[in-house]
């Protein structure tokens, strides 16, 4: 987790600690009605943009000039055109080039920026997508969120491209882990594939691990092999001109 325990880090952290505990809801929560768990996701979407909204201010708090501000706004803002254009005309399976800013602003700026570009990215994308906003965004904005803070903490040194291709890969397939649990728990499917309330932790991921593997796998394989591919390609000229924005900003960065 972020190494130092200031106030907005630890914002940062209640995000991701909420965020898990909505992720590992199939492992804990009683079964209710479908009513029942459309209001805990409207909820829990509510929830997500308060937070989100209170980290975004509380990081503009910490010393963030306006060139830097203006610059994350803009590639934000940016992705979320890439994300529109990659609805219009999909690539194949869930290859994206949206995650490719995701994880190089997070291990440029750091692991709050990397967190806020993910997560408002998908966030402001969300109403100019095919399926809106709805009780996915939170789910795949902290997806989102966690891959940008986990790249923070990837080498900047030797070895750099290595390490992000391989973050790039093993991101590919945990954002789409992380985003069918969203409505996994309420899919009607094989005895052996579907969550029921009761079952221990240890069989309900034996379950969400089959699901995994016959419904996703093959689609989130495309995206991981995308992000290879994007990042062996674009990362070190776009690394160079991160930096170089980021030493004219004359940014103070605190470590994470």
Do not use: C, K
């Not at 920026?113 to 095919?130: I, K, R």
């Not at 809106?132 to 903490?153: D, H, N, R, S, V």
């Not at 034996?206 to 290879?228: C, E, I, K, M, P």
């Amino acid at each position: 987790m972020l190494r130092r325990l200031t106030p907005t880090n630890l914002l940062f952290l209640v995000i991701s600690l909420a965020g898990l505990v909505v992720l590992l809801y199939p492992f804990w929560a009683p079964a209710g009605p479908a009513a029942d768990q459309s209001r805990a996701a409207l909820l829990v979407l509510s929830g997500a943009l308060a937070l989100i909204l209170a980290a975004l201010l509380a990081e503009v708090q910490t010393g963030l000039t306006a060139q830097t501000v203006a610059l994350i706004g803009t590639l934000v803002g940016l992705n979320a055109m890439i994300r529109v254009v990659d609805t219009v005309l999909p690539l194949p399976g869930g290859f994206s080039p949206v995650f490719l800013l995701i994880i190089l602003v997070g291990h440029v700026f750091g692991a709050r920026l990397g967190f806020l570009m993910g997560a408002l990215t998908l966030l402001v994308s969300g109403p100019l997508t095919a399926g809106g906003l709805g009780p996915w965004t939170p789910y795949q904005m902290l997806a989102a969120g966690w891959m940008g803070m986990g790249a923070a903490w990837l080498p900047s040194g030797r070895g750099r491209t290595l390490s992000l291709v391989a973050y790039g890969a093993v991101w590919g397939l945990a954002y789409g882990a992380v985003t069918n649990l969203q409505y996994w728990p309420y899919a009607l499917s094989s005895p052996d594939l579907s969550w029921a309330p009761g079952l221990g932790p240890l069989t309900v991921l034996t379950r969400y691990a089959r699901f995994y593997l016959l419904t996703s796998l093959a689609w989130d394989g495309l995206r991981a092999v995308g992000n290879v591919a994007l990042i062996l390609l674009l990362s070190r000229p776009l690394i160079e001109t991160l930096q170089r924005f980021q030493r004219r900003a004359r940014v103070i960065w605190e470590p994470a």
